[in-house]
């Protein structure tokens, strides 16, 4: 049953250094200072308003992103910032495979952190797997605690640092230390350590090989031109062991030392071709640019090239980079119509929004004085910030009147109270005689408007009438 399962094989990768290796350094360090460091700036809402820059109030049910604050029915905003950052992923990956995986994804971030720790308290990868491979000792065990416990602090402040970003940081840092928060908050602040601590310290590779779906995808973002890293098989070939002061005539610059396999974090060989594993790191790179600088050879025998570039050199022909081509094109134009939309989108989002709902049964009332009555319920969800007064009123018909409730309670027209970031619901009730009636259906607009004038919400509805 269990013939086509094979138990994983630990992978120890090397540390390198070099270009690609310092960008990577830069980038977690900007990654991490970004997610430990959000939930701590501050920013002046006025008073009453949280001062946390980036906050998601679920008390509050509010969002806030500096100036911009997120309401929940408006969570068209998250869907459409979720599907620009997915079509900005294929965009970038249908250009240099999966450079985020290599650079920016979290699990990539973490991973690297914790690895770094590794090699900072248990040594380089021949130390570890000579370490491993020998008896458990008193050095072993104690190298194996600190190792295991500095990950759990990282993880632990992960999980903090994740939390921070739905309640105000200073004060929930110290809730937290104190036993004050909620179990289910601790439950959240467990769980985001329990998951960093595993699949940074753990799972690692098993992670982007298996558990995420984007090596699976990335086959359908990929074409002739897509930049990725590459061994150049027209230079390296025929490879093998080289001694020195020996003629490099007749075979290739790869002298087989496996250093790319050694340096590589998901320990696949380049050298095989493109595979799923590859996350695009270029750390193979680096690690064979040290080796030809050795030997005297020429450095980039791994590089970063397409596969037609690959074919035009080794046919000796200069290689023509076609950056934009229909594919990106695409995936940039919708990029491009995405972002606008959104853009106009909150730009253009009114502080107040008005919803009629006409009365279904009945859908007229017939009053003594032979005038017809409708009823609506108006729902006005406010996004202000204080109690405001404003004015409704009704066009579209001729001697249209608001009347009395059933309850005897009128709306005063002229003083409609809105509670600050709160839904205010109304009855209201209009009356008009028969001949001010276009037919069964006579369209109308409701308004609000501040006590100045200026208009705040409106929506269209109608005034239903007897068959003619």
Not at 278 to 289: F, M, R, S
Request: aromatic fraction near 10%; include cysteine; charged fraction near 20%.
């Amino acid at each position: 049953m269990f013939a086509n399962y094979a138990s994983r094989v630990q992978i120890y990768p090397k540390a390198v250094s070099g270009p690609f290796r310092r960008v990577k350094w830069a980038v977690l360090a900007f990654c991490l200072a970004v997610y430990y460091g959000l939930p701590w700036l501050r920013w002046d809402r006025g008073p009453h308003r949280p001062t946390q820059a980036f906050l998601i109030d679920m008390e509050a049910y509010r969002a806030y992103f500096l100036d911009l604050e997120i309401w929940p029915q408006e969570i068209i905003y998250l869907t459409g910032l979720l599907i620009l950052a997915a079509v900005a992923l294929f965009f970038v990956t249908s250009l240099f495979g999966r450079i985020w995986c290599g650079y920016a994804c979290p699990q990539t971030v973490w991973t690297d952190l914790f690895m770094a720790v590794e090699r900072w308290i248990e040594g380089d990868r021949a130390e570890r797997m000579r370490r491993d491979a020998a008896p458990m000792s008193a050095a072993k065990a104690l190298r194996k605690s600190a190792k295991h416990l500095a990950w759990l602090i990282i993880a632990g402040a992960t999980g903090g640092a994740w939390i921070l970003y739905f309640y105000d940081a200073p004060t929930v840092t110290k809730q937290l230390f104190l036993g004050e928060l909620s179990f289910g908050v601790y439950f959240f602040f467990a769980l985001f350590t329990a998951t960093t601590y595993l699949l940074a310290g753990w799972a690692r590779e098993q992670v982007c090989t298996y558990m995420c779906p984007w090596p699976r995808f990335q086959s359908a973002m990929l074409d002739e031109q897509t930049i990725t890293v590459t061994y150049q098989a027209y230079r390296g070939e025929t490879r093998g062991p080289h001694k020195k002061d020996t003629s490099w005539e007749g075979r290739g610059d790869c002298i087989d030392c496996k250093q790319c396999v050694a340096a590589c974090p998901t320990g696949i060989d380049i050298r095989d071709g493109l595979q799923l594993e590859c996350i695009n790191c270029g750390l193979c790179v680096d690690a064979c640019d040290d080796i030809m600088q050795r030997v005297g050879r020429p450095e980039r025998l791994i590089t970063w090239d397409s596969v037609a570039g690959q074919l035009e050199k080794s046919l000796g022909r200069t290689p023509k980079r076609k950056w934009m081509r229909l594919r990106s094109m695409l995936y940039l134009g919708l990029m491009g119509a995405l972002g606008l939309l959104m853009i106009l989108g909150i730009a253009t989002r009114a502080d107040v929004e008005l919803t009629v709902l006409r009365d279904r049964a009945p859908l007229f009332v017939p009053l003594s004085d032979g005038s017809i009555r409708n009823g609506y319920t108006l729902k006005i969800v406010s996004k202000l910030h204080e109690d405001e007064l404003v004015n409704l009123k009704v066009e579209g018909m001729q001697d249209l009147t608001l009347m009395p409730s059933v309850h005897d309670e009128a709306i005063d027209p002229n003083a409609v109270l809105i509670r600050a970031g709160q839904v205010t619901s109304l009855r209201l009730f209009l009356k008009a005689p028969p001949s001010a009636l276009e037919g069964e259906n006579t369209p109308i607009s409701v308004m609000l408007r501040t006590r100045d004038g200026k208009l705040l919400a409106d929506t269209s509805s109608s005034f239903l009438g007897p068959h003619r």
